[in-house]
């Protein structure tokens, strides 16, 4: 993968999703390949976030009660449940 080529970010513009969380042909995020491929994995171990946590999230409340959230704790990571 080069600099500045995201999978998950070429396939929301494919399909025109404004985010990942748009996506309808997964019903469960972790299920995608794209989202969820070993090096996301790594990184979600060394930032100890849960991505698909975030992205339920949005799902549930909507892109613009998320930001909000994410705002108010000042940050955009959502902690992963690893001591």
Same mark, same amino acid.
């Given at each position: ?8 970010? *070429? ?7 404004? *985010? ?49 959230? *994410? ?5 955009? *990571? ?6």
């Amino acid at each position: 993968m080069q600099a500045g080529e995201c999978n998950i970010r *070429t396939c929301c513009g494919n399909n025109m999703y404004p *985010t990942r969380a748009s996506c309808t042909e997964y019903v469960e995020i972790k299920e995608c390949r794209k989202f969820n491929s070993m090096f996301s994995k790594v990184i979600d171990f060394v930032k100890r976030s849960d991505r698909h946590v975030r992205v339920e999230q949005i799902r549930v409340i909507g892109l613009e009660r998320h930001a909000a959230r *994410t705002a108010n704790v000042g940050r955009v *990571t959502m902690r992963g449940g690893r001591g």
